[in-house]
């Protein structure tokens, strides 16, 4: 297969159904994407792994879905409202906008701009005279922060008292719950609550499709535990995380930890997961030690005490945040960047197949009528006993190597063949995606033999 280019796959997402420009018809509006009724499964498909592994399987876990808009306190408490920014300079021969720092780091990765101050990343863009990705000049504005936050005015009167934001991070719904959950799910230290939702960035630099846009969802964990224990969390979850992206068919080798040399204006320690996506190395995951700053910050804001009793030793103390954060986007991402796979058969066909797991794929199993006008009727009878277990699509257009073709591309990893065989002794061929061998099954067994290899 040739080297995937972002284009490829941008192109292959449209065409199937994945994921669309958003508000196309309008022509687009930069940083947005619609995803189709492919990758709406398969963002689903994600969420439930996320789910399963976080809340279910994890002792002491509990989901919320806290709401979007939050008093605009919490963003002053948080720390975003003063240091959620970007470090922006304007190209004053093109007038493009470029963040500073990729800009160093786009020209030499080994730079660190992520440790540098403002100062030292102009000083490094004037002495190595950091060209214009646009125009090619060298030419800056000095760096300006841009915040980042989407305001909105809440009720009819315009003014400042009355802005809410647009949440920028999930975070900080769990921050402010952690007590309801705590009373409420009787939880002891240390547990952990986790959340999936939308989250809102103002982002001015291209994205490299949904990589970065500017609404995104994020699967967000906090585990909540007592200082001197978070340094082990901190570890447990650098490795959980990896072992997850690992779970859902990313491979290890394409997966890698980046330290954070310069830190969030909360962070003890920050690691981000990155994969090795067809554009080069990007992060999909973070795990965080918040130490106590945010609860603390909580509780002098809104002045109501954010201190756990420990019911074992009686102390009482406001606890450290481990932060395990999730890209949805990103992941889903990264999954049809890696299953994305164009082959050239033993008979000289070329094929496109998405290679997602198989409990990723949008659509478990498709259905084909060899004939249409013979076997139609029993294949739709099986049809729809399927869709009671599991999602089906259905196919009676064109030859059989057509309708393999279709099902490949969009990652289904069963197809089934309802023939003279099926009509006069009730059975199938049943097909499999990746390996292509084909078995010969009765009618009543199908539904088993697919839920037992469509598992997380
Ligand atoms: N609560 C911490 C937090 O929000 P972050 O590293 O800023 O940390 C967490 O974001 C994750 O959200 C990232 O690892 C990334 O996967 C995803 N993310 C952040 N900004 C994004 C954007 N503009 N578009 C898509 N995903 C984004």
């Known amino acids: 297969m040739q080297e995937l280019k972002m284009e490829d796959l941008v192109n292959y997402c449209k065409q199937y159904g994945y994921i669309f420009q958003g508000s196309e018809i309008y022509g687009g509006l930069a940083n947005t994407w619609d995803y189709g009724p492919l990758g709406s499964r398969l963002k689903n498909a994600v969420k439930d792994c996320w789910r ?44 493009m906008r470029h963040r500073a720092d990729n800009l160093v780091a786009d020209f030499d990765p080994n730079a ?7 100062a030292e990343l102009m000083q490094y863009i004037k002495e190595h005279q950091v060209p214009c990705p646009k125009c090619g000049a060298c030419d800056f504005t000095d760096i300006r922060e841009f915040n980042l936050m989407f305001e909105t005015q809440r009720g009819v009167v315009k003014d400042a008292k009355n802005i809410v934001y647009l949440r920028p991070e999930n975070a900080q719904g769990e921050y402010v719950n952690f007590l309801n959950v705590q009373r409420t799910m009787r939880a002891k230290l240390p547990f952990s609550i986790g959340q999936i939702g939308k989250a809102f960035r103002n982002e001015i630099t291209p994205g490299n499709f949904t990589f970065r846009t500017i609404e995104f969802e994020q699967m967000e964990y906090q585990t909540f535990c007592k200082e001197g224990t978070d340094t082990e969390l901190y ?35 920050a690691c981000d997961i990155e994969y090795n996506f067809c554009f080069g190395w990007g992060e999909i995951n973070g795990t965080h030690n918040r130490t106590n700053y945010d609860l603390t910050r909580h509780q002098e804001y809104s002045s109501v005490s954010q201190t756990y009793l420990d019911p074992d030793t009686n102390e009482k103390y406001i606890p450290y945040i481990i932060e395990s954060t999730y890209g949805l986007d990103r992941t889903v991402l990264a999954l049809l960047n890696e299953a994305y796979t164009e082959e050239t058969l033993p008979n000289g066909e070329n094929r496109v197949v998405l290679k997602l797991r198989p409990f990723l794929a949008p659509y478990k199993v498709a259905i084909f009528p060899l004939i249409k006008k013979t076997h139609s009727e029993k294949a739709q009878e099986i049809y729809h006993e399927l869709t009671k277990h599991f999602m089906v699509s259905y196919d009676d257009a064109g030859n059989i190597g057509k309708r393999y073709r279709r099902a490949d591309a969009i990652g289904t990893p069963f197809a089934i063949t309802v023939d003279d065989n099926t009509l006069e002794n009730g059975l199938v061929t049943i097909r499999n995606r990746d390996t ?14 697919i839920q037992e290899r469509i598992n997380y």
């Open 112 to 118: 660190h701009a992520d440790g540098m101050t403002h």
């Open 436 to 449: 292509m061998e084909q078995e010969t099954l009765p009618i009543e067994e199908i539904a088993s033999y």
């Open 52 to 95: 399963k592994r976080f809340i279910q399987e994890r002792p002491n876990a509990y989901e919320l879905d806290a709401d979007i808009l939050m008093h605009p306190k919490v963003w002053e408490a948080s720390g975003h409202v003063a240091s959620f920014s970007d470090p922006l300079v304007d190209c004053k021969h093109c007038k």
């Open 235 to 269: 570890d447990y979850f650098k490795e959980y995380g990896k072992q997850f992206f690992i779970s859902l068919g990313l491979p290890e080798e394409k997966l890698r930890y980046h330290d954070h040399e310069k830190l969030a204006h909360y962070a003890k320690s």
